[in-house]
């Protein structure tokens, strides 16, 4: 399965599939067999980077898609 990366509205970015998520030093954090998981947008979450729902009444944003504009070269 791929990964697939959902922008929610209001809150967090879902990940589901098979992921890894490291640290700035490429440790790898503990998802003890997660293969779903939020993480913050906002920087409420006292478990940051992943989501804890503080966000809820505090972060609005309408998840809409749309196209990136060309890659510069």
Not at 32 to 43: A, D, K, L
Not at 50 to 73: I, M, Q, T, Y
């Amino acid at each position: 399965m791929a990964t697939k990366l959902t922008i929610n509205n209001n809150g967090s970015v879902k990940i589901d599939g098979d992921f890894e998520i490291v640290d700035m030093q490429g440790n790898a954090y503990g998802l003890q067999g997660r293969t779903v998981v939020s993480i913050c947008r906002c920087g409420l979450s006292a478990n940051k980077p992943f989501c804890d729902g503080s966000h809820k009444g505090h972060f609005e944003h309408n998840a809409v898609a749309f196209d990136l504009p060309p890659r510069k070269v």
